[in-house]
């Protein structure tokens, strides 16, 4: 496709992409906020260092989602200018969802459990 054929511009009116994009953004910065404030209340309520690993493990989440969500959103964006249906799976962004959920609910079992000797 020659340059002058190259789609510029939104693909759709509504602006689907931008809007899921910057809804994974937010879902990113939420664990972020979360992880920080887990930093800071998990040590002093529990009691000890190792309650500073589930906020440093969000953290790492986080920032493996803004990664992501930035690559998808930019693999979408080349697919569509070249004039290619575009296809980006979502499934790597739900998994680390569901880990991160899954290892929080985990060590908040963990916490309750550790809380009531």
Known sequence: MSDSERRTGPFDAGLQLER??????????SVAVGSLVSLRLLPEWLGGAEWVVPGMIGLLLACLLWIVSRRRHQAFMRQWSRGDDPRIGGALALMLIAAGVASVGALGLIAVLLGGR
Do not use: G, P, V, Y
């Open 20 to 29: 899921t994009s910057l809804s994974w953004r937010r879902t990113a910065l």
